[in-house]
Every structure is written in C-alpha cells, then in structure tokens.
C-alpha cells in the first residue's frame, strides 16, 4: 500500500488543469475552463474544468470527477494506479508500506526488468532505423510490407542484428545484469557464452497498459525451417503471457470510445490495422483466450469482435477460450477473412473502408457459429448431434449473469430450432449444466475457504473495485437533502454566531432527527461531524481525494457547477452581483427549513391517511389535534421561509 505521506504529497502537487489538460484541449471561459468531452463523440464542447473547486463535469455525457477520477476513467487504471501516474507525473517518489523480504526482492527484479527492457527497446529501434544493416535488411522488409516509417516508430518495432553477440556487448557495457539478461529472453547461453536470443529479427515490444515494455516477439526475416517463426519473451515477474494482449496500450482509449474491441491473432495484423486507421483492435498471440485477457478487454467494452483467417485452423482457433468470455458477460462476433487472407493482407489488399464495411457486413454470432460448424461436422451421425446438443447446452450455461437472463433465453429459443428439438427439454438440460456449476463452485469454496486465524477474527475481505453502476446517484425526492449537504461543506466553517460556526447550526437542527433518506448523503454528513468532532476543518478537497471513491463521487455531484455568473454583469454593466458567499446564511435557514418541511408534509400524508381507517372517537380526536399541530408547523415554517402556497 501506498504510505499517506506520499499520498498527501501527491493531493498537494496535483493541478487539475495541468492533468486533464495532458489528454483535452481546454479553453479558459470565465473562472472554468472548456474543451471537448474525451469520454464521448461531441462537436461543441460541454466538458468543464473548475480549477477553484478541483473538479470536472461534462454537461454531455454526465461524466464528473476529480483529477485522480479522470485518471482512472480515462485510462482505466485502479486508484493506486493512477496515484502512481501522478507521482511519476511530478517526480514524487512512492513510499509504500512495509512488506516481507520476499515480495521486496520481487519488486527490485520487476523494476530491474522493466528498465532493462526500456533500454532494450531504445537499442533495437535505434539499429533499426539508424544502423547499415538495420536499414538495409530490417527496415527494408518492413517497407517491402507496407509498413510506415510513423507506424514503425509508434510501435517501437526495432531490428536485432545477425552478429552473434551485439546486443549482449552493448548492455553488458552499460553494467546491465547477466542474469536478468537470461531472465527477460534478450540473451541466451551457448556453450557457456552470452549470445543475443533474437538475431536478426524484426523486434516487437510487448507495452503493458501504462505503456511499459514488459516484454518482446522477434519475428523471423530469412527463411530457415529449423528456427521458429517468432520467439518470444519467456514468462518472468512482468511478462505472464496469460494476462497481456499485444496492442492494448495503443487501442484501449479507441476501444473504450468505440465500445468495441477487435480480436486478431498476430502482431502485424495489429500495426497494419493501425496504420489504416482501424485502431480498436489487439492480438491474442494466436493462442485461446484467458480469462484474464477476457477481463482485460471488458475494462474497455463489452462488445468483442473476433477477425481470424477463414481457413479450418483459424475457425479452430477463433472458438477456443470463448466459452470463458460468455461467462465474463461479453458479447461476442466472429468475422473471418475469405480466400487465404489475413486481417494484415487483407486491409492492404481492399482498403480501410472496405475491411470496415466487410466486418460489419460478416458479423456472426459466436454461439450460432459454433452450433452451425459443430452440426455440418457430425452430418447424420445420431451420437455426434447428441454430443453437440450437449456442447452447445453447457456453453449456454456459462451466460450466468442475471442481466443477461432475456439473451440466455433467445439462444436457447434459436438453437433449439437449429438443432429441431424441443425447446423445454433443451431448457432443461441448459438448468442442469448451471445447477452442476453451482454445486462445482460451492463445493471448491468451501475447500478453499482459508480457517480463521488464531485471533479467533475473520480474515479481512479482498478490496473490490467500484462500478459504475455504484457511483450513479439518486434524484427521486432528494433535492433538499442534496441542498442541506452542499450548504455544509461549502459554508460549515463560516461563522454562525459568537461562538458558532455553520457546522454548529446545522448539526443541532439536525440532531435527532430523521430526515435524510439517501444514505451516502447522510454517510458525507457523518463523516464530515466525525472529522469535525475531532477538532480538523473538513473542506470539499477532503471528500474530493477520500479514498472511498463512493463518498467522493456524492460531494463532486453535489458540487457541480451547471451555469457561472457572467463578469460582465460586474464589470462591464456595472450591475451589482451578490455571491453565495455573501448570502450564505439565508441559504443555510432556506435548506434546512424546505428539508424540515418535507418531513412535516410525510407525516401529514401519513396521518391523513390513518384519518381515513376505522378508529375510536379518541382515536379520532387525537388524529384531528395532530392534523392540526402539523399545519400549524407548517404555517410557522412557510411564515419563515418567506413562502406562500396558494390552496
């Protein structure tokens, strides 16, 4: 965990406009600044910046947040990811709380790799372009198919040269380590010497998403039957190859924007889509899809398009692992490429507008897919149809997610016509691979549920990360409430009267009363008396950068700013404009007396509609004598208010 003194040191540091400004173009408009929202398709922009109150809020879209906020949305990083993007932002170093021995040495080799690859990258990319053989042989078959010299450097692609030992030779001089040299695949031993692994080849770095290289594929220029087609960096402590897909570092803003990511197997597929503006793609590496892949892409989308060759092998491998994806909640198609084609030749072949409109135009739904392949390969054979009712039926089973209960449904409609048999029992057998499932997964949990410690205490539950659906917000009859809230971390340490501030006031008129119904509002004002109570100022800025993302998003809701005084009025027409800063004690009066008289007109309903049931003459007179005490607060309340309601 990240220590709270460099926590602390980043919320000091951070300048929102500076942050937001690295990823929009904003235009200073009053006291706010303007530019066009990067979280949806806009041509007039409504995206807005406060820098006085350190918050963002497009008037499009809905999107708000504050800096650390923007960081995660935007580039779809975790909340200590994007404190570590913004250490790194303005060179303030992340203490991290103690950890064993063990995991340290671990972080030291990641960190060693990482820039050992850095240094890699640079190497191999400066031969490239740069060097004899490099040019006349790497970035001559580079050119030779199509690829861009723009193209080649967004990528990083470089060149290793055919000398036995070159790259080993320049690194070991830069004092880099052997054995790391070993462990991050760029150097092999033979015969007890340090050779380069990659010899001429072309040299793909590997980018996880904050654009680190973690690892490399070498691909193979000179035909050789011997030597594989690519090498690639073995698995260390930052290369797992069941958790990467090459391209996403590039892709991932465009798949977010596009809410659609495309699927192809190799490294060239990728750049040359790229290179034709077809940007929302990445690549598997040509092996089945992980369920860590599969969750990779749904941070970006929940629409995934597969494009594979459309000959038997690349059927085969477009099916493999997708099962995986149904369970993750993805929408899958598949498109493959006619007539011995690949995503690479065929783009270069047609044309960016063409490949577009043939993906579009091929889309096919993987599970239908699949039944078709599956039923034209068991023909007539009674035992083979039998085997893929079943297949079909178990895939069905993994789209387990209650939201997607109505498309569960509509498969087994459509694939029980396919099949022509009878949609209850086809049901039926679909319930009874889900209830295995179940009884599967419990029986694991409970193995592998971890016995309480010798405290006798649970042990603490793993952090999830916050959805979307979780920050989205209220609105039903909250406005009095939202306006109480506002009142407090805007005004609460303004003074009240001798002795008083705001705060004050407002915890006493509240005290005992229930009048809050949305509980992240009343949790703001919980923990805002906590803080309080405890002799420390709360400001916005405190709820802004709480680590409870949950209480942040509420009060930067609460604070948006929908419209903002012109200066003209003040300077230009000479008109005099009174701020709520100057009006804030009214303010203060008018919200909590509209929320005391919402609770005064529930209870009025309330007693009304006992008025209407059978009661005794008791009963009855004490309802009346309550009707009446209830108006007469409301009258005293509206007499306050300066409002009047015409009957």
């Known amino acids: 965990m990240i220590t709270q003194a460099t926590i602390q040191q980043i919320l000091n540091r951070i300048d929102i406009i500076d942050v937001v400004g690295s990823f929009v173009k904003l235009k200073k408009r009053g006291t706010n600044y303007l530019g066009l929202c990067p979280f949806h398709n806009e041509k007039s922009p409504s995206f807005t910046v406060s820098p006085n109150k350190e918050i963002y809020k497009c008037f499009g879209c809905g999107k708000s947040g504050n800096t650390i906020s923007f960081i995660m949305e935007h580039e779809k990083y975790s909340y200590v990811e994007a404190l570590k993007w913004l250490a790194n932002r303005y060179n303030i170093e992340v203490e991290e709380t103690e950890v064993s021995a063990e995991v340290r040495a671990q972080q030291q080799v990641a960190d060693s790799l990482y820039i050992l690859n850095s240094f890699a990258q640079q190497y191999f990319s400066k031969v490239l372009l740069e060097d004899e053989e490099g040019q006349a042989v790497g970035l001559s078959y580079l050119k030779e198919r199509g690829f861009t010299e723009s193209i080649i450097r967004k990528f990083q692609i470089g060149y290793c040269k055919e000398s036995r030992n070159a790259f080993v030779t320049e690194a070991l001089g830069k004092q880099y380590n052997r054995e790391l040299l070993v462990k991050s695949g760029l150097a092999a031993v033979r015969n007890e010497e340090l050779v380069d692994n990659y010899r001429g080849r072309i040299i793909f770095p590997v980018h996880n998403t904050t654009g680190k290289v973690i690892g490399f594929g070498a691909r193979i220029i000179k035909k050789n ?46 750049t040359s889509l790229h290179q034709a503006g077809i940007e929302n793609v990445v690549a598997s590496g040509g092996t089945s899809l992980t369920t860590d ?57 047609v044309g960016t507008d063409a490949f577009r409109q043939f993906v579009a135009d091929n889309k096919k739904d993987f599970i239908l897919f699949q039944l078709e392949v599956a039923l034209k390969d068991a023909g007539s054979d009674s035992q083979k149809k039998a085997a893929v009712v079943n297949q079909i039926a178990e895939t069905l089973s993994r789209i387990n997610k209650t939201e997607d209960f109505t498309r569960q449904q509509d498969y087994i409609r459509q694939c029980a016509e396919l099949l022509k048999i009878e949609e209850t029992g086809f049901t039926n057998l679909v319930n009874k691979f889900i209830r295995e499932r179940v009884n599967k997964m419990e029986s694991k949990s409970q193995q592998d549920m971890p016995p309480f410690p010798d405290d006798g205490m649970p042990p603490p539950m793993e ?52 009048l809050f119904d949305n509980k992240e509002l009343l949790e703001v004002v919980n ?28 009060v930067v809701s609460l604070l948006e700013f929908p419209y903002e005084l012109s200066l003209k009025w003040k300077d230009k027409f000479q008109l005099p404009v009174v701020s709520r800063e100057e009006t804030f004690r009214e303010e203060v009066i008018s919200t909590l007396g ?5 609770k005064i007109k529930r209870m009025m309903e309330e007693n009304q509609r006992d008025l209407g049931l059978q009661h005794s003459p008791e009963e009855q007179i004490t309802l009346l004598q309550t009707h009446q005490a209830l108006k007469q607060m409301e009258r005293e309340l509206l007499k306050n208010l300066g409002t009047v309601i015409v009957r």
């Open 225 to 270: 039957d011997k030597a594989p087609k690519y090498i690639n960096t073995p698995e260390n402590e930052i290369y797992i190859k069941s958790r990467i897909l090459y391209g996403m570092y590039f892709a991932r803003q465009v798949i977010d924007k596009f809410d659609e990511c495309l699927l192809v197997e190799g490294y060239t597929d990728v």
């Open 463 to 514: 952090s999830v990360e916050i959805t979307d659906e979780g920050f989205q917000l209220l609105l039903k009859d909250e406005l009095q409430e939202r306006a109480v809230v506002r009142a407090l971390i805007e005004f609460g340490l303004k003074p009240w009267d001798e002795g008083h501030k705001v705060a004050d006031h407002i915890f006493d008129e509240l005290a005992e009363e229930d």
């Open 293 to 349: 892949q599969i969750r990779l892409v749904r941070k970006y989308t929940n629409n995934l398009t597969i494009i594979y060759d459309g000959d038997a092998a690349g059927v085969k491998a477009a099916l493999r692992g997708l099962d995986m994806a149904l369970e993750e909640g993805l929408n899958v198609k598949l498109v493959l490429i006619p007539d011995k084609e690949d995503p690479d030749s065929y783009v270069n072949k």
């Open 594 to 598: 509209y929320l005391k008289l919402r």
């Open 527 to 554: 923990t805002y008396k906590l803080w309080y109570d405890a002799g420390l100022e709360p400001t916005a800025r405190n709820f802004f950068y709480h680590e409870n993302q949950t209480l942040s998003t509420v």
